[in-house]
């Protein structure tokens, strides 16, 4: 397991892609504020990704559609603040990219001047290619976002696997193909068949992370709260559990509760 201590050096788009050359898997984590993004930038993580999943883990919404552009600033302000080493990619929210290119570009450069974040994802292939170009122009770098893409549930009507048919699989092929010619850095895959995820990994050069699309892809991607087991009944295939932080919370804030009513907290050592 590695950890940092002097001489960092900071995962960029670049590192990301040599790291996809030479083979070396990346390491790519969920986190939305200044505490736990620090955890996980000293344990060594390549990538942290301040996921518009804050709608679901942060703040109890069913989709991610709620979340707004000054809340995913709120919390990419918070991350960046603890983050030496790790790439930092903020999602850009549902409603803030998908209107016109404009808008877009407006969104991602408040992204990049409010939170000091790398770079920004998107969800989506050819419906919003202006969008991402005119951001890419900027010099903002673009992480895309296919297979399942949680803004689009209205849609689907589901979270189940996505890209099992022939055309939705083809069409995946090419967005694909699309988001890297463009000039996108790296290409999220959710819930897809790991076969499938596989083949877009090897056609394309740029880094291929997957969140249940199996272990041909270039790395992986969990959401924190998901794989550090905050909430036990939460448990899709794809996702294994790391810690089990829902019973480890209760029995501590449990013991504080009866440490409080019997009075042995705070003993005499805990006061002034
Ligand atoms: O918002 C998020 O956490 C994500 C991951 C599921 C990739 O987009």
Do not use: W
């Not at 016109?100 to 992204?111: C, F, P, V």
């Not at 994802?121 to 399942?148: D, F, N, Q, T």
């Not at 083949?199 to 550090?228: C, N, S, W, Y």
């Not at 448990?235 to 829902?246: E, G, Q, T």
Request: aromatic share 6%; with cysteine; glycine share 8%.
């Amino acid at each position: 397991m590695s950890t940092y201590s002097e001489n960092i050096r900071k995962v960029t788009t670049h590192r990301l892609i040599e790291m996809k050359k030479r083979g070396e898997k990346i390491s790519m984590l969920t986190a939305y504020d200044y505490s736990m993004a620090k955890l996980i930038d000293a344990a060594g993580m390549d990538v942290i990704l301040v996921g518009d999943s804050a709608s679901n883990v942060m703040a109890g919404n069913y989709t991610t559609l709620p979340m707004t552009l000054n809340q995913m600033i709120y919390h990419g302000a918070a991350v960046t603040k603890a983050v030496k080493r790790a790439h930092v990619v903020v999602d850009m929210p549902f409603g803030s990219y998908q209107g016109n290119s404009r808008e877009a570009l407006a969104s991602a450069i408040r992204i990049m001047k409010e939170t000091y974040a790398d770079s920004v994802k998107m969800e989506g292939g050819s419906e919003i290619r202006e969008s991402v170009e005119r951001i890419l122009s900027a010099g903002i770098p673009v992480m895309g976002h296919l297979g399942l893409m949680p803004q689009s549930i209205n849609k689907y009507g589901t979270y189940t696997v996505r890209a099992k048919e022939e055309s939705e699989a083809n069409k995946l092929i090419e967005d694909a193909l699309l988001l890297q010619e463009i000039g996108c850095f790296a290409i999220v895959l959710e819930k897809i068949p790991a076969e499938l995820a596989e083949r877009v990994a090897k056609e394309l050069t740029i880094p291929i992370i997957g969140i249940g699309a199996g272990g041909g892809v270039d790395g992986q991607v969990l959401v924190m709260h998901d794989m550090l087991g905050f909430d036990r009944h939460f448990s899709p295939r794809f996702l294994r559990r790391y810690a089990n932080l829902s019973d480890i919370i209760t029995e501590a804030v449990q013991h504080y509760i009866k440490d409080v009513k019997s009075q042995d907290f705070p003993n005499e050592t805990e006061q002034y």
